[in-house]
């Protein structure tokens, strides 16, 4: 008699379907937080880095407003990682 084992999969998100506050707008434009600049590259790219270490599938939530880049669709594409759009007015909690 054999037994069997359900793997789950472990699913990592990316929460910034909000944008940036008032302060961080004025400096660098409005723009969701996992899209600000981070030593070079956006901050989105170390975040999956790290969630890919313990994630098999990654999302990422964007305002349902906010236009990618054909370079950041590329990117995200590249590091399997599916967008989700959100409303930018409900708050995490919701």
Known sequence: MGCSIVQME???VILSGKYSDFEIT???GL???SFLPLSGQRLYVSQIDYLSKFCAR???TIPSDFQLTP???EQLAGMKVRTIRSNPDISIND
């Open 10 to 12: 472990t699913l990592g």
């Open 26 to 28: 004025q400096q660098y």
């Open 31 to 33: 723009l969701p937080p």
């Open 58 to 60: 990654i999302f990422l």
């Open 71 to 73: 370079f950041d669709e």
